[in-house]
């Protein structure tokens, strides 16, 4: 690495610093991966991740520990529907191979060597009883034992610690009002108890770069709707299958975003959370309130919501029919069937470059980040068209756009088509943003 390329990346990762800060995430990590040779940097990246402020949850897996123990001790483990089987004389071994674990990671999150990255990190590790589970029972005439499923999170203990700056780690074990032990599918704890806090994000660790495709290229995002539509179809099979559901179950019930990353890739982690692209799968909820292309459909909310602004002359008035010939260059922020944002995107593909146009969000809604969104889905779009250049043109609200990276430019400087119909009257000042 030149001496200054650490610069670049450092500046530009400071939206994502910052949008993390105070945020919940939780962490899933499979007992493979502890036993991987970059595992210690997964550690590292938790302990950078700390220093900068995200709340850190981490549930972790046991499975290859719990068989090393098994086969120890001679004893046979059996498998149905992608759980362990329990039986009472197996459980002592399994909490043991649990314990050794859980200290083996209080351990290495309590490092603090000189001229390591967890040098003075002075990370505290909590954990305790805030998983509450019940038995799986008998299904299909095989009777699980002592293998569980998460009845209830604590999610106010787990709260009061994460205020207090601590990491709280989750074992894949529950315990029951009766007083007895539980073996939890770690992937089912990491669901739940990002669900039960509302977490921010959901992070999956996998051996592959993510989900894949037949062909082994990576899938970058799916909606909650078109992964079931995946596992029903049968093409995500295997442990692959548990991740994925447990991911859409978080985001079901209110997680934002669900990540599946590899835990064999250096960096994976801090890739996805502080990159642009990210380094695996990203799985989002069907929510209510979404960004979309607009349809013929949404001319009426358009209209509605974009005529005051007309009228105050933030933006330029727009006849019905006009709309309804440019409806394709317009995407919406839609809520439970509303339109709350609009916003346009118009090429001039022999410049590679793009206007942002009647960029407009309901007052009601203008302090819960839709701009951003609007905007995001704008840039992807053209980006996605070859834009090299963004620009857009106001009166009123030039200050919310150089906070976005847009920087003043002159009317000389517009494309040709849009210089001739340049409404000097209006007198809009021009800023730009290169893509």
Sequence with gaps: MKSNEWLHGFRHSSPYINAHRGR?????????????SNFINIIHDIALLSSLGVRLIVAFGARPQIQAR???AGAESRFDRGLRITPEQHLPMVMEAIGGLRAYLESQLSMGLVNSPMHNARIRVSSGNFVTARPVGVLDGVDFGYTGRVRRIDASGIEKLLELGHIVILPPMGYSPTGDTFNLSY???GSQVAAAVQAEKLMVFIDDQGLLE????????LSVRQASERLAAGTVTGHDADLLKAACDACVKGVRRAHIISYEEDGALLGELF?????GTLVSGDNYEKIRQARVEDLGGILELIQPLEEQGILVRRSREMLETEIDRFVVAERDGTIVGCAALYPYPEENAGELSCFAVDP???????GDELLAMIEKLARGQGIQNLFVLTTQTEHWFRERGFLPSSVQ?????????YNSQRNSKVFCKPL
């Design 214 to 221: 037949e062909d082994g290229t990576l899938i970058r995002e």
């Design 364 to 370: 009601s809604y203008r302090r819960a980040g839709r």
């Design 70 to 72: 098994l086969d120890n």
């Design 275 to 279: 990159t642009l692209d990210g380094s």
């Design 413 to 421: 400087s517009l494309p040709g088509p849009k210089l001739a119909s």
């Design 187 to 189: 992937e089912d704890v």
């Design 24 to 36: 919940t995430v939780v962490l899933t990590i499979p007992g493979d991966a502890i036993e991987h």
